[in-house]
Each structure stands twice: as structure tokens, then as C-alpha cells.
């Protein structure tokens, strides 16, 4: 989502749903003019650096939906922003108009060559890393992809942080489906990524955990 100071009424809040399990379907149902409860914001934000620094914002399909308003806060803070948005085909790239004017470099792949670069966005970012010195990373998309673009992170010793896809029920802490593993200190957590999240440090999270077994 992104929040703006403008709308008609002086402010709104745009959501981009993708409508897949049964509340997203409903939300996507309603009609204009129909009043919902919403709670929010939950979570944590993207962390916004202190100097100006070469960024990169990294989306896989409707993840790149959070990054638009970060460009801008990033932009407005004298970073350079280079924005990278992939999916598998050429419709499912969500990037609206207005978004772009805030990037300095904005790049486009799918995994079936109807848009932009042919191939995974993953198989894009070192040559972009090096072209556009990067410095920091934020992304947001699917954790097979998070997973991937932390690893290129930690080959080039930058700083990632990932807003992770987790399924998340109550939003607020309660039910705990939607923890992950975290390394902090050499000590193995569970954090809820819906309060200690969505917005994560790449270094911190177990990405394979399955495969640690018992260590966990
Ligand atoms: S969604 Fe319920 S604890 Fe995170």
C-alpha cells in the first residue's frame, strides 16, 4: 500500500490486492463507496538511510507495488534510486505512471521476454549492482526471489532489506503463522513477521531453514 497527503477527500491510502485467498477476494469484491475497518499501519517500515546513498528497489510482480512511495522518500532524501521490477510475463509488472518520475533508473524483466530484459530478475541484478554501484538494496516479492537477491547481497557485501511474503491471519501478533527464523547474535528466533515485519534485515532470516533441520 502507500499512503499520500492528496486525494479527494486531502488524503488517501491506495491498496494493490492480488486476489488469491478468500479475504483478498472479498476486498477486491467491494464496490466504490463501500466502507471497510481497516487497522494500520502494522509493522515495520523500510529503513531509510541517514546520508545519500545509491539504492536499488527490487519488485517481483505486485511486490514492487510498496516501492513506488519509497522511491520518493528516497529521491526527496538525495539518494539515487534504480528500480528493477520483474514477473513472469509482461502484464503482471505493476508500475504506475506516476511512480517512475521518481526513479533514476527504472528496469524491466520477464521471465517469457514479453517486456523488458528475457529472463529471471534475479539473473539481472550483479551487472546492475556494478553499473549503478549499489549500495543499498530494498525488495519486496516472492521469498523464492528475496532468498535470491540476498544471496547476491551478501556476495557483494551490501545491505538488504526485504519486505518478506509471509500468509499472515490476525496481522497483529496473535496466531503466529506467520513467523520465520532468524539468526540475531548467533541466537536462532522465531520472529512474527507481521509485527517484526514485513520489512526485514536479508542477512538475519534463515532463508534455508528446511534444510538446517534440528539446528532450528
Ligand atoms: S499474522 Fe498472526 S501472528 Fe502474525
Redesign the pocket.
Known amino acids: 500500500y502507500r499512503a499520500t497527503d492528496k486525494g479527494l477527500l486531502g488524503g488517501s491510502i491506495e491498496l494493490v490486492v492480488a486476489p488469491h485467498g478468500s479475504g483478498s477476494k472479498w476486498l477486491a469484491n467491494l464496490s466504490v463507496g463501500d466502507f471497510v475497518d481497516l487497522i494500520g499501519p502494522l509493522g515495520t517500515a523500510f529503513g531509510i538511510p541517514t546520508t545519500p546513498a545509491n539504492t536499488m528497489l527490487i519488485g517481483g510482480g505486485y511486490g514492487s507495488a510498496p516501492l513506488f512511495a519509497l522511491a520518493e522518500t528516497l529521491k526527496n532524501r538525495g539518494c539515487r534510486v534504480d528500480m528493477v521490477l520483474g514477473a513472469s510475463t509482461a502484464n503482471k509488472i505493476y508500475a504506475p505512471l506516476e511512480g517512475k518520475r521518481s526513479v533514476s533508473s527504472l528496469t524491466l524483466t520477464t521471465d517469457d521476454g514479453s517486456a523488458g530484459i528475457h529472463g529471471q530478475i534475479t539473473e539481472s541484478i550483479p551487472r546492475l549492482i556494478r553499473e549503478f554501484n549499489t549500495e543499498v538494496i530494498y525488495s519486496c516479492g516472492p521469498m523464492k526471489m528475496l532468498e535470491s537477491i540476498n544471496r547476491i547481497a551478501s556476495d557483494f557485501d551490501i545491505v538488504h532489506q526485504c519486505s518478506v511474503e509471509e500468509s ?11 513467523v520465520v527464523p532468524v539468526r540475531i547474535d548467533n541466537e536462532v528466533k522465531m520472529l ?4 517484526d515485519g514485513p520489512v526485514m534485515d536479508g542477512a538475519q532470516i534463515i532463508w534455508n531453514a528446511e534444510n538446517e533441520g534440528g539446528n532450528i
Open positions: 499472515m491471519a490476525c496481522g497483529i501478533g496473535v496466531c503466529m503463522t506467520c512474527r513477521t507481521c509485527i
